[in-house]
């Protein structure tokens, strides 16, 4: 099928299935999937900038169908979610801006394919250790004693010592976070937002792969609130993130609505099965998928033809 807008010939099948297969990953892990979108897209020919703003334009539609189910699961922290918008879209902007700059150089695929990479395997690998190692003391902790059912569902961390350092930085405004049960510096949470729009901009998506790794490790939020709340902080960010690249001239909309045909379907898949697995085994199983979208990445930089 050929799409006029990006000048791009792609198998509509390809491009449900890929949008599929994101609309599980983002309901159950509340990231965008950009680091197998765009790498999917790039691989079929699509340049950095086109497969970045088209991601971030099929992405809204799907976040506004995970976050709407993990809203009736009672997975959203709405304050925490508006509050993080104003800093995820100013990131989203200076990312956009820093994409501009890259397509005027003439380099914006190797650059954006090197950092891409990069940033995938930096998560993966932090990701893998973390939960690893916490599955490890919960397996300790239960050999010694005999833990309760309600001890053996804690959303643990053996980050979580990093993380009350941070919540007891007490930089006024402090904001209570009720439904998350955290308070924290308001400053927190808007650099937390900032980076994740910062990549959001600048790698496509909502960035998701940041943020639930963030909202878990730095704000101390529980992983299926991080995984909700993130969802619907996604909504308005990629909307701003999308009105942004399109006017910049990077996204093809007919790609972005042949994808959420698929997503729609596969982010209420994904915000269901979220209700059987505790928080650390979310965390262990988010750990190949950016591996995946690195691998991607380096295939086609390695051979320089698509797939």
């Known amino acids: 099928m050929f799409f006029p807008i990006s000048n791009s010939h792609i ?8 949008g599929f297969l994101i609309g599980i990953m983002g309901g159950f ?12 897209l790039r691989a079929v020919g699509l340049d950095w900038n086109f497969a970045i ?56 695929n190797t650059v954006v394919s090197i950092i891409s990479i990069a ?35 804690k959303d643990e961390s053996s980050f979580s010592h990093r993380t009350r350092a ?14 998350s049960g955290v308070r924290i510096s308001l400053w927190v949470i808007i650099l937390v937002s900032f980076i994740g729009g910062l990549f959001a901009g600048f790698l ?15 704000l101390g939020i529980p992983t299926h609130l ?28 007919l790609i972005a609505l042949v994808m959420n045909t698929g997503a729609a379907i596969g982010a ?12 650390p085994k979310i965390r262990l199983a988010f750990v190949p998928l950016p591996l995946i979208g690195a691998a991607i990445v380096i295939y086609t930089m390695w051979t320089g033809h698509k797939i």
């Open 11 to 18: 198998s509509p099948i390809y491009l449900v299935v890929i």
């Open 29 to 40: 892990f509340g990231v965008g999937g950009s680091f197998i979108a765009g790498p999917a």
């Open 53 to 108: 703003g088209t991601d971030i334009a099929h992405i809204v539609g799907k976040s506004v169908v995970a976050a709407k189910r993990h809203r009736a699961l009672g997975n959203v922290d709405l304050r925490l979610g508006l509050i993080m918008a104003i800093g995820t879209m100013g990131g989203t902007e200076v990312g956009a801006q820093l994409i501009q700059m890259l397509k005027r150089a003439g380099n914006v």
């Open 119 to 153: 940033i995938y395997v930096s998560i993966s690998t932090f990701m893998i250790w973390e939960a690893w190692r916490t599955l490890r003391l919960q397996k300790k902790r239960k050999s010694r004693s005999k833990a309760t059912k309600s001890a053996n569902k």
């Open 166 to 179: 941070i919540q007891r930085f007490h930089l006024w405004p402090m904001i209570s976070l009720p439904t």
């Open 204 to 218: 496509g998506g909502g960035a998701g792969y940041i943020r639930m790794p963030m909202l878990v490790y730095v």
């Open 226 to 253: 991080a995984v909700g709340t993130d969802l619907f902080e996604i909504i308005l960010s990629a909307s701003y993130g999308t009105f942004s690249h399109a006017i910049k001239g990077n996204v093809d909309i």
């Open 268 to 279: 209420q898949i994904g915000a269901i099965l979220t209700q059987y697995f505790a928080g």
